[in-house]
């Protein structure tokens, strides 16, 4: 997308209607074009416009349409892997899945990643910069657009840290909740961190009664700050107690996220500990085979191993559930298609 000129699929109507004031259209013709926008068509597709009045906003501002340069459909179970070009070198991907409640949208916040999990594709794939608000919202109706979908469901589990682009993604929210765009509720928006305590705090003051899904990976301190490096800086019991302080004030439970690494996180003595830490709160632990990425030398638990340590924790009073692996043919784990793409354009350099 051009990013200089003014996106107006990210606007208001309210907002469209004061930054097209002196082309002084009627109430209905922007009306009009915040339908076509909302659903992600470009200047060109908006054929019950004016040509004329077409060309003109071509002009001056961006249509907020995302190019799509790679998708991979899974022949397993229909998910759809998009690669997406911004146009301005920076590549992201996003998925779109297929639930019995309707379908769900995985969506990037940033074109790279700052934060270095060690077992994470992102890392190391290089950090291009954060989206704004109209890019992030425009993978959802790019994806609608594409699979002629209304998706209903967003994660933001894609590239990026969401927290460390906080006022680009609350106003994402804010975008997506619009009941003139894509009129998803906030309930129906998860927001993944891999712990960025301010980030959190902010958050719960937001009046957003979104999901807040917290990577947590280990309850150790110190083994979670080797995978997590960011967890150097915010540590692990300051992390838990602004969680446990997010549940309360927000009577939401709090998403736990634990990818499960053979011989790394995935004891008894893990398990024991988790139920101490968590016991008696408002939570959910989601148990994650952990997706293997090249270089880090991480191996997935087995199935038998996942399943009993999701039992040790049930009988321990947790709530917890494996994550069903979606789209394991089109290696759809987060950042994994965009690292590869990233290698190949570095290796034609
Ligand atoms: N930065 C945010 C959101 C993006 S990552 C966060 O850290 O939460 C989305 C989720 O995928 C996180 O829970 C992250 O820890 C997890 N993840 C990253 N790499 C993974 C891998 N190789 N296998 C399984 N889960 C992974």
Known sequence: MDTARKNLSELTYEELEK??????????RLRQLEKWLSSGASFDEMTDLPLKLREELALKYSDGTLKIINK????????????IDLGDGNIIECVLMKYKYGYSACVSTQAGCRMGCTFCASAGAGFGRNLTPGEIAGQIKTMNRDAGVNIGHVVMMGVGEPLDNYDNVVAFMRMAHDPGGLNIS???????????IPGIEKLMKEDMPVTLSVSLHSPFQEERARMMPVAKKYSLD?????CKTFSLETGRRITYEYAMISGVNDTDAHAAELIKLLGGTL?????IPVNTVKGTGYRRADRVRIDRFRMTLENGGLAATVRRAMGR??????GQLRRKAMEENSGKA
Do not use: F, Q
Not at 19 to 28: K, M, T, V
Not at 186 to 196: A, E, H, I, N, Q
Not at 329 to 334: H, K, L, P, Q
């Open 186 to 196: 906030y309930r129906k928006m998860s927001l993944s961190t891999c712990g960025l």
């Open 283 to 287: 939570c959910h632990i989601n148990l």
């Open 238 to 242: 300051k992390l838990l107690e602004i």
């Open 329 to 334: 043919d089109i290696e759809a784990a987060c």
């Open 72 to 83: 991979l459909v899974s022949a397993i179970d229909g998910t759809a892997k998009y690669l």
């Open 19 to 28: 930054e097209l004031a002196p082309l002084g259209l009627p109430a209905y």
